[in-house]
């Protein structure tokens, strides 16, 4: 199995939209990520929060322009379930009710572990907070 990295719905966001503060890093850190062989990991929670972005914060054509891309990328994406969903309330929202976890970074993190994959292409800082490994950096 290929290694493989987590991408974000802030780095999805922000290497898709020219005129983002974090775009050339987003951008750059998923060049590097390719030229090193990972594999890009995402969920369809991920993509619809990236996709509700670009919607809102850019346009419809860029948040369609987006879709078609991930759907033509080689990378995993992976579907959340009612089960995966239980086990990311109980595994990180309930037991570190100290942090605003979301569910969608809940259901990341699930991922993460079940897979074993330890970086993150994020600009969120709850994937540090989590254990997890951030590229480029919040």
Known sequence: MAAEVFVDAGVWF????????????????????AAEGLRPVTTN??????H???????HRTAALAFLRRVRAAPLVLVTSTPEREDRAI???????????????????FTVMKERGIQDALALDRHFGVAGFRIRPGP
């Open 52 to 58: 509700a972005l670009l919607v809102h914060r850019v």
């Open 90 to 108: 109980r595994d990180w929202i309930e037991r570190y009710d100290d942090q605003a976890f979301s569910l969608t970074d809940a259901v990341s």
């Open 45 to 50: 929670l991920v993509v619809a929060e990236a």
């Open 14 to 33: 922000a290497a898709a939209n020219p005129k983002d503060r974090d775009h050339q890093a987003s951008a750059g850190a998923m060049r590097e990520a």
